[in-house]
């Protein structure tokens, strides 16, 4: 069984900084990308940003600039580094993976999500 556990979620001013991390454990045989996805009230899930396995990134438009994810392979760990961050950055965030279970099973995990406020 693979699990995702998020921390570091929590309340912090506006331009404030916060860093999020999401360990993976369990039966994995591989972890090919790692990202971060939130959901604000009302609205839709969506995605933070994204990394592979090689380190390559993507963001979504609107963290661009502010936001930075990283990993740490050696211990099944993804970040996300938020600076500057803004009211309209409040979201439960969700940790995300795409996990091999062997060579030719993979499966979609996601975190149980943390909690980020930003107050104005």
């Known amino acids: 069984q693979v699990q995702l556990v998020e921390s570091g979620g929590g309340l912090v001013q506006a331009g404030g900084s916060l860093r999020l991390s999401c360990a993976a454990s369990?039966?994995?045989?591989?972890?090919?990308?790692m990202g971060w996805y939130r959901q604000a009230p009302m609205k839709q899930r969506e995605l933070v940003g994204v990394?592979?396995?090689?380190?390559?990134?993507n963001y979504a438009d609107s963290v661009k600039g502010r936001f930075a994810i990283s990993r740490d392979n050696a211990k099944n760990t993804v970040f996300l580094q938020m600076n500057s961050l803004k009211p309209e950055d409040t979201a439960v965030y969700y940790c995300?993976?795409?996990?091999?279970?062997?060579?030719?099973?993979?499966?979609?995990?996601w975190g149980q999500g943390t909690q980020v406020t930003v107050s104005s």
């Open positions: 995300n993976a795409e996990i091999a279970l062997n060579y030719v099973t993979k499966r979609d995990y």
């Open positions: 369990g039966s994995i045989f591989r972890i090919n990308s």
């Open positions: 990394i592979t396995s090689a380190g390559g990134t």
